[in-house]
């Protein structure tokens, strides 16, 4: 495995998810990652792979790509179910009593704010959100 980089294509199951977190954290410790950027990738890399696996109705296949480019990570995650932006997805009422709050929201919102950027975009019959974080 190249240390800066990492490429791991999976079922889009949800039992995959803890081989893809040990890949994860191959990878952070071969790109010296700090702990803190190691534990943001994956908590991001996590609530993106595991979207697909629980929402991605018709996708046969999860890829997840992450590489370090100096103090920065760049993260891929794509796959071929049907057109899915997560980022469209309105912030969750932070504000509002938990009993209150609508189900779901908070992974994409962990991931605006555990990000320097985020986007999404269909390509080639693929879904693709590629994710720009801190490496320090």
């Known amino acids: 495995m190249d240390a800066a980089a990492l490429r791991h294509e999976m079922p889009p199951e949800v039992d995959g998810l803890p081989a893809l977190l040990d890949r994860l954290e191959a990878f952070s410790e071969a790109a010296g990652l700090s702990p803190g950027a ?20 018709g996708a046969s296949r999860l890829l997840v790509e992450a590489r370090r480019e100096g103090d920065s ?21 932070l504000d509002a009593a938990v009993e209150e709050r609508e189900i779901g929201g908070l992974g994409v919102h962990f991931v605006r704010r555990m990000t320097r950027e985020a986007a999404y975009e269909r390509r080639d019959g693929t879904n693709r959100l590629t994710a720009l974080l801190d490496a320090g």
Do not use: K, T, Y
Request: net charge negative; proline share 7%; hydrophobic share 50%.
């Open 38 to 57: 190691a534990q943001r990738l994956s908590i991001v890399a996590e609530e993106l792979a595991a979207n697909v696996a629980m929402h991605g109705r």
């Open 73 to 93: 990570v760049h993260l891929l995650i794509e796959d071929d179910g049907p057109a899915f932006d997560p980022l469209s997805a309105a912030a969750p009422d």
